[in-house]
Structure formats: structure tokens, C-alpha cells
């Protein structure tokens, strides 16, 4: 039951930065590519064993949401064109 609450609080969140970002509420410059989200899995592991587990399920629920939205360069955009 928690695994799923804080799956839905993943998801609310990414929206809502998504949604900063589109309304530039955000700069696109807090965004991290590969090497920044390398030094956040370092940050992660040295935080324990329950940070970094947060760490994973937190990335892999992003790029579920991310690949889903219809974006041509993402995975979710090839859905428009089928």
C-alpha cells in the first residue's frame, strides 16, 4: 500500500516540475543528464541502503512517466504516429 502512495507522489511531482518547466516557472538548466544523475546514484549509495532503493524506484517511475508522454524524440511519442 505505501509502494503505491508513493508511487502516485513520484508521479504528482514529476508533473508538476514538468509543468514548471512548460510554464517557465523552472529554469531547463536544473534539468541533469546521465553524468548528473551518475553523481546523484553516487549521493544515493552513500546514503544507505533505503535512500538508494528510493533512488531506483523514484528513476524508474520518472522514466516510465517520461517515456509515456507523446514527445517524437521520447518512446511515447511513436504512439502518435501508430
Sequence with gaps: HYAVEQT???IDKTLEVLWQLVSAQRDAK???GPIGIAQLSGQAT????KITL???AMLSVNLGLINLLPIPPLD???LLYY
Design 8 to 10: 502516485f507522489v513520484i
Design 46 to 49: 552513500d546514503g544507505g541502503l
Design 76 to 78: 511515447g511519442g511513436h
Design 30 to 32: 536544473e534539468l541533469k
Design 54 to 56: 528510493w533512488f531506483i
